[in-house]
C-alpha cells in the first residue's frame, strides 16, 4: 500500500489496520537497509590488510609483526557487518512478504468498504437527481430556483467523492494483481469497465462510456450511473474479469474478418409426406375383417442395384 492522499482510500485502508501496521514496518526496515553503511566482505577485508602488509614490506623491507592481528580484526569486523547486511536483506524481504499478503488477503474488505460507500453516493444522488429534474447544466440550475441550486450544489460535491471512490479501487486492484493483470485492469479501465455490472457496454450512452473511460466524471455521468441502479465496486480481480466477460459482446473471426454469432430464429420444416410405392400394402392386421385397400402410390421405386446373385443364380 503506497502513500496516498486520497481521504476515500485512507478511510478505507484504515478498516483493516493491521495492513497499514505491516506497511510501517516494512518501510522501515527498507529505510534500516538503506541507510546501511556500505562495507567489505570478511574475504575483501582480509585481502586488504594483506595488500597493505605487501606494500609497507616493498617500501621498509619489515613484514608487519602485528598481521596476524589485524588480519584477524579485520575479518572479524568484515564478519559482524556481512552478518548484518544479509540479516536487513531479509527483514526487508519478509516485511515485504507479510505485507503483500496482508494485502491480498484483506484487500477484500477494503473493496466491500468501498462499495458501501458508493452505495451512499449513489442513494443520495439519486435523491438529488429527483429534486433535478431535467436541469443539466449549472446555468439551468441558478435559474430553476433556490431547490434545484441546493440539489446541483449537492452532486457536484458527490461527484468528488465518486471519483475519490473510483480512484481508490483501482489503486487496490492494481496493488493486488499482477504485471499481466495490472495490463488487463488498465485496458479494461480505458474501455470503460469497472463501474457499472449486469448492463451491455453496448447499451450504455457513449457519453457515459467516455465518462468512465477517462474518470472525467461529472453531474451528468453521476445521475446516470445512480438512477440505472448497476453501480458497483469489483470484489476483486476475477469478479471484474467475470462482469466484463458479461457485458461484452463475443466475437469470433475468420479469415475475411467477424463473424456474426448472433442467435436466428429459422421457419419451421414443413414435414415431408410419407412415400407410398405401387408394391406398399396396408397392413392387415386382424384376418376376421376384409383385407385393406391398397394406398395410393406417391412415389416410385427406384431400380435396385444387381447383385452377386443376379449374376450367378
Not at 58 to 72: Q, Y
Not at 119 to 126: H, S, V
Not at 208 to 229: F, P, R
Request: charge should be negative.
Amino acid at each position: 500500500m503506497r502513500a496516498t492522499t486520497n481521504p476515500e482510500l485512507v478511510a478505507a485502508w484504515a478498516t483493516v489496520p493491521d495492513v497499514a501496521k505491516a506497511q510501517e514496518r516494512h518501510e522501515a526496515a527498507r529505510k534500516l537497509r538503506r541507510e546501511f553503511p556500505r562495507g567489505k566482505t570478511p574475504a575483501e577485508a582480509v585481502a586488504a590488510v594483506q595488500a597493505d602488509a605487501v606494500a609497507r614490506f616493498a617500501d621498509t623491507g619489515k613484514w608487519p609483526t602485528t598481521f596476524a592481528k589485524d588480519a584477524a580484526k579485520a575479518h572479524a569486523d568484515a564478519l559482524a557487518w556481512e552478518a548484518e547486511a544479509e540479516a536487513l536483506w531479509s527483514l526487508e524481504r519478509s516485511t515485504e512478504a507479510a505485507a503483500e499478503h496482508l494485502r491480498d488477503s484483506l484487500s477484500a474488505d477494503v473493496l466491500a468498504h468501498l462499495d458501501g460507500r458508493l452505495t451512499e453516493i449513489l442513494d443520495a444522488a439519486k435523491s438529488a437527481a429527483e429534486t433535478l429534474g431535467d436541469v443539466t447544466t449549472a446555468e439551468q440550475a441558478i435559474e430553476a430556483g433556490a431547490d434545484v441550486q441546493d440539489a446541483w450544489r449537492r452532486l457536484t460535491g458527490l461527484v468528488k467523492e465518486y471519483r475519490n471512490v473510483r480512484e481508490a479501487q483501482w489503486d487496490v486492484l492494481r496493488s493486488v494483481s499482477g504485471e499481466d493483470q495490472r495490463a488487463r485492469i488498465r485496458g479494461w479501465r480505458m474501455q470503460g469497465h469497472g463501474e457499472i455490472k449486469e448492463v451491455r457496454m453496448a447499451d450504455v450512452p457513449a457519453r457515459i462510456v467516455d465518462a468512465m473511460a477517462s474518470g472525467a466524471h461529472d453531474v451528468e455521468t453521476l445521475v446516470w450511473i445512480a438512477q440505472s441502479g448497476a453501480g458497483y465496486v469489483p470484489e476483486s480481480y476475477d469478479d471484474l474479469e467475470f462482469h466484463v466477460t458479461t457485458a461484452t459482446e463475443p466475437v469470433a473471426y475468420d479469415d475475411h474478418g467477424p463473424i456474426d454469432i448472433s442467435p436466428r430464429v429459422l421457419p419451421p420444416l414443413k414435414p415431408r409426406p410419407a412415400r407410398v410405392y405401387p408394391h406398399s400394402s396396408t397392413p392387415h392386421l386382424d384376418a376376421a375383417q376384409p383385407t385393406p385397400e391398397r394406398p395410393t402410390a406417391n412415389a416410385s421405386a427406384l431400380d435396385r442395384e444387381p447383385t452377386t446373385t443376379d449374376y450367378f443364380a
